[in-house]
């Protein structure tokens, strides 16, 4: 079975803090994912990556960034946290492709910006 | 941008009962779309994807359709457990990008 794994379960930080998620994937999937998850608003995707070294921006990527410096391990930047970032982020990996091949997710990692 | 919408409210259903869980999505027509499950505190998890020349996919006690002229995909449950109460989602792929649903939380009451 793929395992997704996330650094923390639980992290809380201070506002302007960098923060640093990390999601590292077993199976040797090309492509990574980083989501947020709110209530009433669902997943909502920050950033993705095809392949090593290569990053593309979802639909929220303002006030984050992300590192791909090996196939196995995705990085979610939160270069100055702040309290309207606090939320469950979520990490994903699928094989190449696309529609077709489903996403694998960790068990996310809840962050409180104080 | 996409749009997807589930049922907004809180499905709750009688052990053994057939639970059917709405997806619908404006502003794309999607090659596949995905259902997953997700408990509290958990990742989601893949459970059926579903092509847009198939209009209809099952596995087991779960059965997925998909309506391109309709945009909407309907999700059942056949013979419901108590198990089977989770947050069940539904993405699609646009461009090179994934959108998910809210969500429809469900309850199977023993």
């Known amino acids: 079975d793929v395992k997704v794994t996330q650094s923390s379960r639980y992290l809380v930080k201070r506002t302007g803090e960098k923060v640093f998620l990390e999601c590292v994937q077993d199976?040797?999937?090309?492509?990574m994912f980083w989501y947020r998850q709110d209530p009433g608003l669902g997943l909502r995707l920050i950033y993705f990556s095809y392949d090593v070294k290569m990053k593309e921006k979802g639909d929220i990527p303002e006030g984050y960034s992300v590192s791909r410096e090996k196939k196995e391990r995705f990085s979610l930047i939160l270069e100055s946290a702040s309290t309207n970032q606090t939320s469950m982020y979520l990490c994903a990996s699928s094989l190449q492709g696309g529609g077709n091949q489903p996403q694998h997710f960790g068990d996310g990692t809840r962050l409180s910006i104080l | 941008s996409q749009k997807i919408e589930q049922n907004s409210e809180a499905l709750n259903i009688q052990e053994g009962k057939t639970a059917t869980l709405t997806c619908n999505y404006t502003n794309y027509s999607p090659a596949y779309l995905q259902w997953y499950r997700q408990d509290p505190g958990r990742g989601p998890v893949f459970l059926l994807l579903i092509r847009e020349n198939e209009k209809e996919k099952r596995k087991e006690r779960l059965k997925v359709t998909f309506d391109t002229t309709l945009k909407q995909s309907l999700f059942h449950i056949t013979a419901s457990q108590p198990a089977d109460s989770a947050t069940y989602l539904c993405a699609l792929l646009t461009g090179n990008q994934f959108y998910f649903g809210t969500g429809t939380s469900l309850t199977v009451i023993p």
């Open positions: 199976m040797d999937h090309e492509n």
